[in-house]
């Protein structure tokens, strides 16, 4: 961090204790961003760039006030603009048991500059050679894009009561590739993504990964669409994230609970198989951890359904105090531009307990795999995903292979449909979750999840 903005911060605090208020949080965010994003074997963008700023919360007479600044002189200013314009607010807001952490969580890895943005896209280009040299008779590879991305955030924390330095990185690798057999043309995405620096991925998972998306593009082109069924179904890891995130995470957010638009409540049975768990877990050292939120309260894992019934939600300090709580740490705000606010992190069913093998030995149903779009209403408590890939099993073995499906209902009808959950948990596949205008870094993951008599459609989501 540069040596002139600890003292700065300190001079705003020391500001800010001249004004009488009832509480005040100043929080510093530097980010550091490159995107490499090479089309075929040019390279179409390099972008670095970097941002900087403040964000002060402050409350007066249970007034809340904020105030962004990304130009640091006139700070005194704007803070007493903030505090005038504060005070003419009707709106009262509860505001207990804030932050009164001390620390720092300073993640080590491998340095980004160790490595030339020149060798990088070196290493790019030949990986899409690989990839454009795989075009044969059946299949034409039209276009491979890869888009590479890293990302430092680095955090302080200031209150009179806490003082919290955070720093994290974040490594991206996309594949994007468009291909075409006959007269029919797909695209398909791939990604690798998680917390770290240059040590986490090398050329030969990079190959791998790419290669696996080509694959995936060969099996759309010679995919029928699949048809509308009732059938059972099985849910691989990256559709199982995705209930757990889009149909249950959102609804076992706190200001969702405040606020009635969510259909779940503490107590309520939502499935009868005990196996049913989700977590969500910022303690988890994967693209959602972080060790302090963005109010300064240490981070920690929620179980948000137990034994089938949903055992908590997540808060922060606002939502906490009006359900009568203390946060558990789930406030999360982009940058110092915005105000923190209720937030996933690491979400994912828990492992069940049969084998993954025994749960398709014999099957007959289908495997859904890959997510193509969606929607979910957690008002109503209603859900619609698109579907990448669907693959039909009889006693065992897979018989055809669909594309363009979709599942849709009611979200407790569907978990109170799970059978069985399989005793391996998938790999945590990376996101960008959006939420009134902001977002945040999450990941997720689950086991095979088996659901009976359910209809699959076949109306294809983009």
Do not use: W
Not at 139 to 145: A, D
Not at 159 to 183: D, L
Not at 403 to 417: P, R, V
Not at 427 to 436: A, L, P, Q, R, S
């Amino acid at each position: 961090m540069d040596k002139k903005i600890i003292p700065m911060l300190y001079d705003i605090k020391k500001y800010l204790n001249t004004k009488n208020l009832d509480y005040f949080e100043i929080r510093f965010e530097k980010h550091k961003n490159r995107i490499i994003d090479v089309e075929n074997t040019s390279t179409k963008e390099l972008i670095e760039k970097e941002t900087e700023g403040i964000g002060i919360r402050i409350i007066i007479d249970k007034k809340v006030g904020f105030l962004a600044l990304n130009e640091f002189s006139k700070y005194k200013e704007k803070i007493d603009k903030v505090i005038e314009n504060t005070k003419k607010i009707n709106k009262k807001t509860e505001f207990k048991n804030y932050s009164t952490n001390k620390g720092k969580d300073i993640l080590k890895y491998k340095d980004f500059e160790s490595i030339s943005n020149s060798q990088k896209i070196k290493e790019i280009n030949e990986i899409n050679k690989e990839i454009l040299k795989t075009s044969n008779r059946d299949i034409k590879i039209l276009n491979s894009e890869i888009i590479y991305k890293e990302t430092e955030i680095e955090k302080y924390f200031l209150t009179n009561h806490a003082e919290i330095h955070q720093k994290r990185p974040y490594t991206v690798f996309y594949s994007k590739i468009t291909g075409k057999k006959n007269y029919q043309i797909e695209t398909n995405v791939d990604r690798l993504g998680s917390i770290g620096g240059l040590e986490l991925f090398n050329k030969e998972e990079k190959i791998k990964m790419v290669l696996e998306n080509r694959k995936t593009l060969q099996e759309l082109l010679e995919s029928k669409p699949c048809p509308a069924i009732t059938t059972d179904i099985i849910l691989s890891p990256d559709v199982g994230e995705l209930l757990a995130h889009e149909a249950i995470g959102h609804a076992c957010e706190g200001d969702f609970l405040i606020d009635k638009t969510t259909v779940l409540k503490k107590g309520l049975k939502v499935s009868k198989n005990p196996e049913v768990n989700i977590i969500d877990n910022p303690e988890k050292k994967d693209f959602g951890y972080f060790k302090y939120d963005d109010e300064g309260i240490k981070a920690k894992k929620v179980d948000l359904i137990k034994n089938g019934v949903v055992n908590d939600f997540m808060t922060d300090i606002t939502t906490a105090t009006k359900l009568n709580e203390i946060s558990n740490g789930s406030a999360r705000s982009e940058n110092y531009n915005f105000l923190p606010i209720v937030r996933m992190s690491n979400t994912y069913f828990k492992e069940g307990t049969t084998k993954e093998k025994d749960m398709l030995s014999d099957y007959t149903g289908f495997l859904l795999k890959g997510f193509s779009g969606g929607e979910v209403d957690t008002n109503i408590g209603t859900f619609m995903f698109g579907i990448r890939q669907a693959y039909e099993y009889k006693h065992g073995e897979i018989i055809n292979k669909y594309k363009q499906a979709s599942i849709s209902g009611d979200i407790l009808k569907y978990l109170n449909k799970i059978t069985e959950i399989s005793n391996k948990i998938g790999n945590f596949e990376f996101g960008y979750c959006g939420k009134n205008g902001q977002t945040a870094f999450v990941s997720g993951s689950s086991p095979l999840i088996k659901i009976e008599d359910v209809i699959v459609g076949g109306t294809k989501h983009e």
